[in-house]
């Protein structure tokens, strides 16, 4: 696992004093006075989003319905045109849904495939945290599309902003058949339940988008009497804040790259205790030195019943000790640089009230990988699960392939009431299909050109990641999404398409598709122009490094095609491609 931060670290007060926690109110950033004084998120959002004379909402407003899981957007490959003809850019959003696990029953993917035909551009997008979102979503059309929702007992509420993001765990623990990971089973409920507890509870989210609806019982997010936000405060969180619940055996998670992990520990395949991993995360601004990817600290062991509270110490010392002054500062990974591993497990066990011990030793052999593509047992007797491969996550029938996966995946959902799960490789799991309808739904498969994993679809391919870049994201600095599959084709072209290697791209220093845990990635520094950066972990517990800046789009598969052909000549028996360039090192690499 990749070195942590020796430095000394600072007192916390002096910590406080700097990150301007107890500052006065005009030196904290914008958006905390912003939120602080919106009355739970309101604002005027209610006011702009229903007005029909123009297509978007003010910075504040938007700025507020990032916690309502919306952001606004425009067509950038449209905008220097429109510049150019006089008219305003092409606005629209993106609204993104809180799947915890990655879960949705039959019922809840059919409306999300209808949101996609009536409301959106025709696609649903799976995103690297097992959810889904949709893009180009008109200002007029956001209230349908929540409705619509919450018709299902889905939500977009918490899906963005400064509160827990989506709860990601292995999307087949609690039905997977392996033996060994019996233990599993316990993770649907224990993300659930963490989801449940972090939501906000002001009642915001209900009365602008669905109060007045016949069905408005049954919505996820229910009318609170009390919007007292005990866990949150009323400034909310510094910044997103990321949870991640996993096992060693397969951290199919990235556990390592969240504010908060949990990876629990078995014992005859069954949960003995948690070990909390804090500080993680993989946002940077290119040629800021103050920010940078840092993966997580292990901090301390919990028993099962400690747990919830231990998700909650974490949570508020984030709260109560995150920089308020300067976002870029804001997530937690900078309080464990400050402050450090030591002084983080003392406050926990303050505010759990008891002195917490060390987290267990995992030897670095016993962490795995498993991206759950193809036909599996479920520990259900009689039934199995299927995991499908979507390249970068995109479902849509008009894709460069021809393959009508939202017809085909709808039509099996339709007919066989499959469960479906989302996967953190952008990924889709039909599960809960019966032992007589493997067969039937394989031929279906097959005949679509659909791939399980097998067949035509390479290796590198299949370990393959991409955020959605342009051309609906403002913060992009490059392409990713459109351009991944191009660059793929030519790998596998040159005859490097049976490796395994992960592979991720990203449009910018965000990171969004976690480019800096694999075992390549390709970060966007400018139109046309890549940063890449070598030798993180196919099993995701440690940070790559640069290796070269603002390569061309079109040198990248050579570049890529030189190490990977040195790996191959020098590599020890068994090593694979990113232990060899960890060993080896940059400098070496570059002669």
């Known amino acids: 696992m990749a070195e942590q931060c020796t430095k000394q670290y600072k007192d916390p007060a002096v910590v406080r004093a700097e990150q301007g926690i107890d500052a006065p109110a005009e030196k904290k950033a914008g958006v905390e006075k912003l939120k602080r004084e919106s009355n739970g998120f309101r604002g005027n959002v209610k006011k702009e989003m229903l007005d029909e004379s123009v297509p978007m909402v003010s910075e504040d407003s938007y700025n507020l319905m990032k916690h309502f899981g919306m952001y606004q957007q425009d067509d950038r490959d449209t905008r220097n045109e429109r510049k150019r003809a006089g008219l305003d850019k092409d606005w629209s959003f993106m609204i993104r849904t809180k799947l915890p696990g990655g879960c949705a029953t039959p019922e809840q993917y059919l409306i999300l495939d209808d949101i996609a035909n009536n409301w959106s551009n025709g696609s649903l997008r799976i995103t690297t945290r097992q959810t889904i979102q949709f893009h180009g979503v008109g200002k007029l059309k956001l209230q349908s599309v929540v409705r619509a929702l919450n018709s299902r007992l889905l939500t977009s509420y918490g899906a963005c902003g400064d509160v827990v993001r989506n709860v990601m765990n292995c999307p087949v623990a609690d039905i997977d058949a392996t033996p060994a990971y019996r233990g599993r089973q316990i993770f649907t409920e224990l993300t659930n339940v963490i989801n449940a507890r972090t939501l906000p509870r002001t009642s915001a989210f209900y009365d602008i988008f669905i109060n007045g609806e016949k069905d408005n019982e049954l919505a996820p997010i229910a009318r609170l009497r009390d919007e007292k936000e005990d866990l949150y405060g009323d400034s909310y969180m510094p910044r997103k804040f ?38 993680g995360g993989l946002g940077s601004s290119h040629g800021n030195k103050e920010t940078y990817p840092r993966i997580s600290d292990p901090i301390c062991h919990v028993t099962p019943d400690e747990v919830i509270r231990a998700v909650d110490a974490v949570i508020t010392i984030q709260r109560d000790y995150g920089n308020r002054t300067n976002r870029k500062r804001a997530r937690l990974k900078y309080v464990l640089d400050e402050l450090g591993p030591e002084w983080f497990r003392a406050e926990m066990g303050r505010r759990m009230s008891r002195e917490l011990p060390e987290a267990v030793a995992i030897p670095d052999s016993a962490w795995g990988f498993d991206d759950h593509l193809g036909w599996h047992e479920q520990i259900q007797p009689g039934l199995f699960y299927v995991g499908i491969f979507i390249e970068n996550g995109r479902i849509c029938d008009k894709n460069r392939d021809g393959i009508p996966m939202r017809t085909t995946l709808r039509g099996i959902v339709e007919k066989f009431r499959t469960q479906v799960r989302m996967t953190g490789q952008q990924n889709i799991i039909l599960a809960n299909i019966a032992e007589k309808h493997v067969a039937e739904i394989t031929k279906i498969l097959n005949g679509s050109g659909l791939s399980t994993g097998s067949g035509k679809l390479s290796t590198l391919r299949r370990n393959e990641i991409s955020c959605v870049s342009l051309p609906t994201c403002g913060l992009a600095l490059g392409e990713a999404e459109r351009v991944m599959p191009g660059v793929i084709d030519k790998l596998e072209e040159m005859g490097f398409g049976n490796e395994r290697i992960m592979i991720r791209i990203s449009g910018c220093p965000n990171s969004c598709s976690r480019a800096p845990m694999s075992e390549i990635g390709l970060i966007a520094r400018a139109p046309g122009k890549y940063n890449i950066y070598i030798g993180g972990d196919y099993e995701g517990t440690r940070l790559n490094k640069l290796f070269k800046e603002t390569v061309l789009l079109d040198e990248l598969p050579n570049e890529i095609g030189k190490l990977i052909t040195r790996w191959r000549a020098e590599r020890l028996q068994g090593e694979e491609f990113g232990d060899f360039c960890h060993r080896l090192g940059n400098e070496a690499l570059l002669k």
């Open 242 to 279: 990321k949870i991640g619940v996993t096992i060693p055996q397969d951290n199919c998670v990235d556990i390592f790259s969240h504010d908060l992990g949990i990876v629990a520990l078995l014992e005859n395949g069954f949960v003995k205790g948690y070990n909390i991993l804090a500080g």
